[in-house]
């Protein structure tokens, strides 16, 4: 990092903000609320974002290097370095660091309803991942190091707030950011793949439908969902046969394995053991699905 500015924020950690401005006669629409730099590597740092209060907000999170976990309705992500983390709260979501890792970051959260509004535009074309460009993280992270050094009158303040989503804003939508919104074509995809687990689902088909070739599909799916496609599909198979097994206890396993996308029961057993680390019948015997989420 040498002379960048992320390099002088990372200088200052461990480090966090509460911004903590008087309430006015206006409403500001673009209010930062925290931010700051940290290197978590214990399991106690845990955020639920069905347990965050009720009042609307958004977090931005880098990743400088390390593994983060995010959970993403019913998705998850490993959020490696470089990697960027944009969620809402209220919102399902969770995001940790797991046992045995290490996460460093700076980020930066910030309500309104400007604040909202751009941010929800980027999640819908882009999803909660997002790898921008080296000036844009130069950038946002000039602007948490101003907001932690504080002395900001509240207009200034939302400035600085308004001022990091524009540069997220075009990152995203810029004319340079056409590789972000194919985020989009991938969620047209996952969205397919969810609907349609029990039918076949080669890459190929994959790939057509988000109108990509097959190598820039599988590039971004990767780099979208943590996973290439065939290993995703593989896993929403295995949960959708977990639910089923758990939910529906007058299906045969014969049944769960044709609606999972499996013709073959032997085979669909043997993938199930080798996922679950035990037999189709074993888990709807003991009851193990609570374990996969």
């Known amino acids: 990092m040498g002379n960048s500015v992320l390099g002088k924020l990372a200088a200052r950690a ?6 903590s401005l008087p309430r006015g006669r206006h409403r500001l629409h673009t209010m930062p609320t925290s931010t700051g730099y940290e290197i978590r590597t214990d399991q106690s740092y845990v955020w639920d974002g069905r347990k965050r209060g009720q009042t609307p907000f958004t977090v931005l999170q880098h990743t400088v290097s390390g593994v983060g976990r995010l959970r993403y309705e019913r998705r998850d992500y490993r959020l490696t370095a470089g990697e960027t983390m944009l969620v809402l709260v209220p919102h399902s979501h969770r995001y940790s660091v797991e046992a045995g890792d290490r996460w460093e970051f700076f980020w930066i959260s910030m309500n309104g309803q400007e604040a909202l509004r751009i941010h929800r535009s980027i999640l819908s074309a882009t999803g909660p991942v997002l790898r921008l460009r080296p000036e844009t993280i130069e950038h946002l992270a000039d602007c948490s190091l101003r907001l932690i050094d504080g002395g900001e009158t ?4 939302s400035a ?7 540069a997220l804003y075009d990152d995203v939508f810029g004319p340079h950011g056409d590789s972000r919104v194919d985020g989009g074509a991938i969620q047209r995809v996952v969205d397919h793949i ?5 039918r076949p689902l080669p890459v190929q088909q994959l790939a057509e439908i988000s109108g990509l070739s097959r190598a820039h599909f599988s590039r971004l799916f990767t780099a979208s969902e943590g ?3 065939a290993e995703f599909v593989l896993q929403e198979r295995m949960r ?3 639910r089923l097994l758990a939910g529906q206890p007058e299906l045969s396993i014969k049944a769960v394995a044709v609606l999972a996308g499996f013709d073959d029961p032997n085979y669909f057993a043997k993938v199930y053991r080798r996922f679950f680390g035990t037999s189709p019948t074993e888990f709807r015997t003991t009851g ?3 374990s996969t989420g």
Not at 160 to 166: L, N, S
Request: aromatic share 6%.
């Open 240 to 242: 959708r046969a977990a």
């Open 160 to 166: 600085i707030a308004y001022e990091a989503a524009m």
């Open 194 to 198: 969810l609907a349609n687990l029990d």
């Open 154 to 157: 509240p207009g200034a303040a």
């Open 14 to 19: 461990p480090v966090m903000r509460t911004v």
């Open 227 to 229: 996973m290439p496609p």
């Open 288 to 290: 193990m699905y609570a």
